[in-house]
Nanobody, 125 residues
Framework: QVQLVESGGGLVQPGGSLRLSCSSSGFRSAVSVVAWFRQAPGKEREGVSVINYSGGSRRYADSVGGRFTISRDNAKNEIYLKMNSLKPSEPAVYYC??????????????????WGQGTQVTVST
């Protein structure tokens, strides 16, 4: 059974940076694609970025491209999302997730079956 636990959220000023972590267990890392989503109050869950097992394939939503970097350390079973130049419009709960089977781009939450509990990111002065 897949288990995902996010951490690293917090309060940051506009323009600041945070690095989120997602600890994974219970599945075959050799085939594991992991994605980051975010959900702001009253809004739909939005796909942010995705990475394959080797880290050689990464994709980003247009809204975060150039500012966010996804990476992973398979020895530690961890996936990271480094967020730079955070905007006041980006506070949300950030989730990591793995797909049930196939998935598409742009990311759709309906293709992902295992989720962490989320970590809150607040951008404020």
């Amino acid at each position: 059974q897949v288990q995902l636990v996010e951490s690293g959220g917090g309060l940051v000023q506009p323009g600041g940076s945070l690095r989120l972590s997602c600890s994974s267990s219970g599945f075959r890392s050799a085939v594991s694609v992991v994605a980051w989503f975010r959900q702001a109050p009253g809004k739909e869950r939005e796909g942010v970025s995705v990475i394959n097992y080797s880290g050689g394939s990464r994709r980003y939503a247009d809204s975060v491209g150039g500012r966010f970097t996804i990476s992973r350390d398979n020895a530690k079973n961890e996936i990271y999302l480094k967020m730079n130049s955070l905007k006041p419009s980006e506070p949300a709960v950030y989730y990591c997730a793995t797909p049930a089977d196939t998935w598409t781009w742009p990311l759709s939450p309906s293709h992902f079956s295992a989720w962490g509990q989320g970590t809150q990111v607040t951008v404020s002065t």
